[in-house]
């Protein structure tokens, strides 16, 4: 591996992670002062909601697809039968969660949760096609569009809800900005070489999980400890004050986010990975 292809990639994942922050933080700033308090806690518990749908099925579906594409033959029979499952899950999912809406804003005591619950439904099925799509490019070492997509998510998000609340769309266009945003990434990724991934060829169910069930379970567990804090605090406080400890965790992402890249850079060279690929990662290594 040589000093420049190892400073491009890092410079290239960089710089995606400046994006993230800058139009992430313009966005905090700005729907927390549009949404206020109530309003922005409303949009951050329907969205907290929506991520444990996503971090849930996501362990599920992806874990192991950078790795098997980076350093196996079946690499691309593997992702394809990662594609297909998502849908398999995620489609009743969306179905599902749009139905469920009034139930959880019940459960919730919270009835205005129900507009933003139901335009996040196709959210995770969304994000999970969009990170796979990602994780196929970089499995075959393809860096730099799965780090522009994820600029123009980001990009998009911050303009799409922009533009939907000063028409008047309040928290319910704060949240139909996100599911928005993933298609974007989506489809640019297709476009940058990762429609193979609807070809023919697949794996075996059977073969297929026994090739994953190890990272699966490493990244499932580590989703589910560290992302659950925000809704079942709501059940307790109110919106207002879910919204301001929603801030309070917005205030120190970029610090985390700028230590997590080059942690990442400088540690995990041979595959691009998030925070609960490095976690199963360091479990298998101890096995």
């Given at each position: 591996?040589?000093?420049?292809?190892?400073?491009?990639?890092?410079?290239?994942?960089?710089?995606?992670?400046?994006?993230?922050?800058?139009?992430?933080?313009?966005?905090?700033?700005?729907?927390?002062?549009?949404?206020?308090?109530?309003?922005?806690?409303?949009?951050?518990?329907?969205?907290?909601?929506?991520?444990?749908?996503?971090?849930?099925?996501?362990?599920?579906?992806?874990?192991?697809?950078?790795?098997?594409?980076?350093?196996?033959?079946?690499?691309?029979?593997?992702?394809?039968?990662?594609?297909?499952?998502?849908?398999?899950?995620?489609?009743p999912l969306v179905v599902l969660w749009w139905a469920?809406?009034?139930?959880?804003?019940?459960?919730?005591?919270?009835?205005?949760?129900?507009?933003p619950l139901r335009c996040l439904a196709p959210a995770?099925?969304?994000?999970?096609?969009?990170?796979?799509?990602?994780?196929?490019?970089?499995?075959?070492?393809?860096?730099?569009?799965?780090?522009?997509?994820?600029?123009?998510?980001?990009?998009?998000?911050?303009?799409?809800?922009?533009?939907?609340?000063?028409?008047?769309?309040?928290?319910?266009?704060?949240?139909?900005?996100?599911?928005?945003?993933?298609?974007?990434?989506?489809?640019?990724?297709?476009?940058?070489?990762?429609?193979?991934?609807?070809?023919?060829?697949?794996?075996?169910?059977?073969?297929?999980?026994?090739?994953?069930?190890?990272?699966?379970?490493?990244?499932?567990?580590?989703?589910?400890?560290?992302?659950?804090?925000?809704?079942?605090?709501?059940?307790?406080?109110?919106?207002?004050?879910?919204?301001?400890?929603?801030?309070?965790?917005?205030?120190?992402?970029?610090?985390?986010?700028?230590?997590?890249?080059?942690?990442?850079?400088?540690?995990?060279?041979?595959?691009?990975?998030?925070?609960?690929?490095?976690?199963?990662?360091?479990?298998?290594?101890?096995?």
């Amino acid at each position: 591996m040589s000093r420049s292809w190892f400073l491009l990639r890092a410079l290239a994942q960089l710089s995606s992670r400046g994006v993230m922050l800058a139009a992430g933080f313009a966005q905090f700033l700005y729907l927390s002062r549009s949404l206020g308090p109530a309003g922005y806690g409303l949009y951050s518990v329907a969205f907290s909601l929506n991520q444990l749908i996503f971090l849930i099925v996501d362990p599920l579906v992806s874990s192991a697809m950078v790795p098997m594409l980076a350093g196996e033959s079946l690499g691309r029979e593997f992702a394809r039968t990662s594609v297909r499952m998502s849908l398999c899950l995620g489609l009743p999912l969306v179905v599902l969660w749009w139905a469920a809406a009034p139930a959880i804003a019940g459960l919730l005591q919270t009835p205005e949760l129900v507009g933003p619950l139901r335009c996040l439904a196709p959210a995770a099925l969304l994000q999970l096609l969009a990170m796979q799509s990602s994780n196929c490019l970089m499995g075959e070492g393809h860096f730099y569009a799965p780090a522009s997509s994820f600029s123009l998510m980001w990009l998009t998000r911050m303009v799409a809800g922009w533009a939907l609340v000063e028409n008047g769309w309040g928290v319910v266009g704060a949240a139909a900005a996100i599911p928005l945003s993933f298609g974007v990434q989506f489809v640019a990724n297709q476009l940058s070489g990762a429609s193979w991934v609807w070809q023919p060829g697949t794996l075996p169910l059977r073969d297929w999980w026994a090739k994953s069930r190890h990272m699966t379970a490493g990244s499932l567990l580590h989703n589910l400890l560290f992302n659950f804090e925000l809704p079942l605090l709501k059940r307790f406080v109110s919106a207002t004050e879910a919204g301001q400890y929603a801030v309070a965790q917005n205030v120190s992402v970029p610090v985390q986010t700028s230590c997590l890249t080059l942690l990442r850079s400088e540690e995990h060279t041979s595959e691009l990975q998030s925070p609960d690929h490095l976690v199963c990662r360091l479990l298998l290594e101890k096995k």
